[in-house]
């Protein structure tokens, strides 16, 4: 009896985690008259210039299938006094630029958040903390997550038009004939 409850309960928690929607953001863009090998050595360099180390971020790097994969970071600082800094720390994420000629399209997702010791995991859509453990730190919990999302929503809309300007930029390779 104890086995089949608790099939149903992780079956009920994977659906409930399952039916959340991860916070993403995606466009395609257009670029007229620019080759997928032209549009993926852009976003190579962009890789390098919006990043420390380039090396260090990209994950995946493949020029036949026109697919570059990184993690990133941005820190997390809580604003407000409240729980010691307990949630200090990064927001990881995943970002990705996929080229065809003609145009290419960018997701950055997966934004994961860790804290000094308390974590509120992976960054959904939800207005509300979906995974709340106390009643009593509910509305707590709710402040930090929407602060999360206000912070990474802030951080992601200043690095889509780096993206858009790196790729819009041609190389100087792509103009000369050597």
Not at 92 to 118: C, M, P, Q, W
Request: with cysteine; glycine share 6%.
């Amino acid at each position: 009896m104890k086995r089949k409850f608790l099939v149903l309960l992780v079956g009920m928690f994977t659906c409930i985690i399952n039916s959340q929607e991860v916070l993403t953001f995606s466009d395609v863009v257009e670029v007229e008259n620019v080759l997928s090998t032209n549009l993926y050595n852009r976003a190579k360099l962009w890789f390098a210039s919006a990043y420390k180390s380039s090396n260090d971020v990209l994950q995946v790097e493949n020029k036949e299938e026109g697919m570059l994969i990184g993690k990133g970071s941005i820190s997390y600082e809580q604003p407000f006094l409240s729980g010691m800094n307990t949630t200090v720390g990064n927001v990881n994420y995943l970002i990705k630029i996929f080229v065809k000629d003609g145009r290419y399209k960018y997701e950055i997702t997966n934004f994961i958040h860790h804290g000094a010791s308390e974590s509120f995991g992976l960054i959904t859509t939800d207005d509300n903390y979906p995974r709340n453990t106390k009643k009593s730190a509910l509305k707590w919990e709710n402040r930090v997550w929407n602060d999360i999302k206000n912070q990474v929503d802030l951080e992601v809309r200043s690095l889509i038009p780096s993206i858009k300007e790196g790729m819009r930029e041609s190389i100087a390779s792509e103009n000369e004939n050597w």
